[in-house]
């Protein structure tokens, strides 16, 4: 016991200054961010090793959904919500689809995972994060496509090419944040609570409509149900999308303050959450 | 801060909590609100009670006791993969946990892209790793099955590229859970030859096993978990012993315990069916000694008395330098003699033609004990004994031998040194001299 008092004497005389929980937080993120690289090239290589179309996969849900829509609003119940409907469309949806895909896999991102969080000294925050990054990739390899179809109206003399496309990459950052907060929170909770996962993936269907993809939120009639719909924290990315890839103007200010607010507030609740529920993970699996 | 000690637990326990179907939300929420893990009893496990121990640097220390008395949560706990109900945790160091091998490994991807993955999880950069590839692809044996998916090796494969991976991130605390028990022999020694170079490195080991010689052999001291809670700590032999007593069901109390002793007296263990009455070294003429000269002819007597008649018995001797390091040890089972009757007192004798040591003090241990390691009587230190030489050579184990020189090499004999000389060697050395004129 003496031994054991001289230890923990030891410990303290020579005790760091500590520092704020969220600098910490910061700090191992950063320590893991080769891990986390490593582990998201792991995940696409993964995905796409043993399967004859590879990449070409992680794009036929969106382009089906492409397809239908298109179908059914500009064929079966001809309306006209924009001219060029198709882009609209794929503006819309490749940045709905990286949220949902996201929100969707990270359920099991942790346990599905179980292994490396009860056997190996292993950050759990950085699963939730490669989802993140993986399906960003994803919809980064996606965007050439959308470029692509762009490029083939403007040459019909279809659509012209708006300049403001060059501000996605910012809407990607703002999005990848406000997607990493969700995803933090619904990973960790997921893990004690496995009811989750239906529901998220219920929510997610409904989501799609209650998200301005497939109309204009200014072409619904009733102003309650606008309002709504603008309450949707997903409504003003899409929105921004459609406005620089489409529409070509600017994000609205309202739509881009709202965006930072969800953005950091995502985040924020992301690491309180996680962190709050870190140290059941390896029990609760 | 450079600090002496590189784990230390201060009353450490661990509680699990049963997982039922209707707690869910009530866990979810209550972590979240109060970030308070303190449960109701009766809806607990409490798999550590109360464990304090501190393992100083470089020091290996094991860990056993039945399955379910704790002793993987400890580890996990110690890794910081499961967080401490209550008690404090303090490690100094890099840790690398060999708690499951290769449990990070990926089926899909390669082993080359594995090792990666693997090493920067252990905590090392890519860089790192890739400067240590080829030694880790080396020790493994995993061979041109390096660039396949890890799905295709076998289990024997997956468990070698585990450890090649962990063993060679240079951590300064090892942890190792039951995992020298997996791969063939060849492997397995390979293993233990390489967590031995650790341990003289300075790495500080925690040892997990089942495998008690492995305790004995390896470690420094033990700690006996049972049900969660330390039951003694300490000497490995000596833990072990009570512990193989307390699972034989033998009496609980050994016949001839001795309390503590500081560590120049002996320490006499076992349960005390037989008993070694004396033990002494003699020289030739059946002389106790307690110094003799370098090269000296002398023997470990025993005497030895039979309480209670035994068909499972062996006899073993180790000799120990003052500082601990074990010079020899053997026992009569290592050496394959099969016992065939221990059923009255007797005398055993292990005769050595030439103590060929270095100068130094040295102790005996002698004991008597079943092949399974159960201690009938085990004598630590039951002797000392002092190694006179008038020659200053250094190290423990002095080979016989004499120095030869051809062509342009000569040496002059001078007195002082010549007196300083054992006969033998300044036998040899003017022998060597006679050739060469």
Known sequence: ?285 | MSSNFAIALERVSKSYRLWGRRSQLATLKSALLKRDLKLAPESTILALKAVSFVVDRGEAFGIIGRNGSGKSTLLKVVSGILKPTSGVLHVNGRVAALIELGAGFHPEITGRENIVINGIMLGLSKREIEKRFDKIVDFSGIGEFIDQPVKTYSSGMYVRLGFAVAVHVDPEILLIDEVLAVGDEEFSQKCIAKIQEMKYRGVTLLFVTHQLDQVRNLCDRALWLDRGEPRAIGDPARVVDDYLQDVSGSAPAPSIETPPAPKDEEERWGSGEVVLKRVALIDDKGRELVALGAGSSVSIEMDVEVRVPQDDFVFGVGIYHADGTCVYGTNTDLEGLMPERLDGNGRVRFVIPSLELVAGTYRIDAAVHTRNGRAFDYRRGVMRFVVGSRVHDIGLYRPRHQWKFEGGIAFREIDNLKRNVPAQIAEAMQSTEKKKK
């Open chain 1, 1 to 285: 016991m003496r031994r054991l008092a001289a230890a923990f004497q030891q410990i303290e005389s020579g005790a760091e200054a500590p520092h704020s929980k969220s600098v910490n937080e910061l700090r191992t993120l950063y320590r893991y961010r080769q891990l986390i690289v490593a582990l998201t090239a792991r995940d696409l290589k993964a995905r796409y090793r043993g399967s004859i179309l590879g990449f070409f996969w992680s794009l036929a849900n969106p382009l089906l959904l492409l397809g239908v829509y298109t179908l059914v609003f500009t064929i079966f119940f001809p309306q006209q919500v924009v001219r060029n409907y198709p882009l609209f469309l794929f503006a819309g949806i490749l940045p709905w689809t990286f949220f949902s895909a996201a929100v969707l896999e990270s359920t099991n991102s942790i346990s599905g995972n179980a292994g490396l969080i009860k056997k190996v000294m292993f950050p759990a925050e950085a699963l939730p994060l490669v989802v993140v990054f993986s399906h960003l990739v994803h919809f980064a390899l996606a965007l050439p496509i959308l470029f692509a179809a762009m490029i083939v109206y403007a040459a019909l003399g279809l659509a012209t090419i708006p300049a403001t496309a060059l501000l996605v990459p910012f809407l990607m950052i703002l999005q990848t944040i406000f997607v990493a907060g969700v995803v933090m929170c619904v990973a960790s909770a997921s893990v004690l609570l496995r009811d989750l996962r239906d529901i998220i993936a219920n929510l997610i269907q409904l989501g799609f409509f209650i998200t301005p993809i497939i109309y204009l939120i200014d072409n619904i009639p009733s102003r309650l149900l606008r309002a709504v719909l603008r309450l949707n924290p997903m409504t003003p990315f899409v929105v921004s999308y459609q406005d620089v890839l489409f529409f070509g103007h600017l994000p609205g200010l309202a739509d881009t303050m709202l965006m930072i607010a969800y953005a950091f507030a995502s985040m924020l609740a992301g690491f309180v959450v996680f962190d709050r529920l870190r140290d059941t993970l390896a029990e609760a699996i």
